[in-house]
Each structure stands twice: as C-alpha cells, then as structure tokens.
C-alpha cells in the first residue's frame, strides 16, 4: 500500500462464491453497496472489461449522488477493478480471497492519481467501508436464508 491507496478488508463467513455473487448479481449489490441508510438504483451494470456501471445513491436525508465508472478487469471470484468516471476519481479494486471453504477475505483497493487526493477522502472513506462490510454481511446472511 503507498500513500495514494484506502484500503480495507474484511473477513467474511461465507464461501467466496457466495460473497461475489453478492456483488456481481445486481439485486444483491443495491441493498449492501455503500454506507448505512443509502439506497441505490442500478441504471446500468455490464460485468465485463469495458462495461458501464452507473448508478445512484440516495441519501438518508437528501441528496442523489451520480456515480459512473468502467470496469477494467473481471474475474470471477477473485477480482473486479473499475475505474471511477465521476467525481471523486479514483481506480477501484475489490479482491476475493478465499480462505477455506467457508470463510472469503474481501478487500477494497481504492488508488488515487495524488496524495491530496487521497486524504481528502480516506478520513471518511474508511469508517464508510466499515459500514459497506456490516451490509454486506447482512446481505449475505439474507442469501444464506433465502437458499434454505
């Protein structure tokens, strides 16, 4: 990590397939993609090398925050990286790591172009990824009871 980079992880207890068809199956993605008390609604989401992701997230209070960005490489359980094509700018890696059979180690890479850049969002940039892992485990366990 430098002096450009956020990064976070966290360990999950789910299977790595399960914790990426979290993200990759937009139905799941709304309901755990970004902090607490937002919503979103996918306009677009092309899973591929070049495909568009945009979407809006709504606030709790107020406000609709436009995102739009370009996938750069996906694979499949492993990795996703974007990159960011509306403010604030940045390249955007997700890593799958699985770590047994029942436990995924899930890491966000956010790489900035400067160091001011940079702290300008890290300071909440990483309790808001905190907030982004406590839905995805919610999201993953609503997954696990819908399968049994």
Known sequence: MNDREI???RILNAPVEMVYKAFENPDHLKNWWG?????????????KPGGNWKLTMHGPEKGNYENAAV????????????????QPLFDMKIE??????????VSFRMIFKTFEECEKIRRFAEPKNEEN????????ENMYDADR
Do not use: A
């Not at 902090?35 to 899973?47: A, C, M, Q, R, V």
């Open 7 to 9: 990064f976070s992880s």
């Open 35 to 47: 902090p607490e008390g937002f919503t979103n609604t996918i306009h677009e989401f092309d899973l």
């Open 71 to 86: 996938f750069k490489e996906v694979i499949p359980n492993k990795r996703v990286s974007w990159k960011r094509i509306s």
């Open 96 to 105: 799958f790591e699985e770590l047994d059979e029942t436990k995924t180690k």
């Open 133 to 140: 892992f406590d839905r995805l485990e919610r999201v993953i």
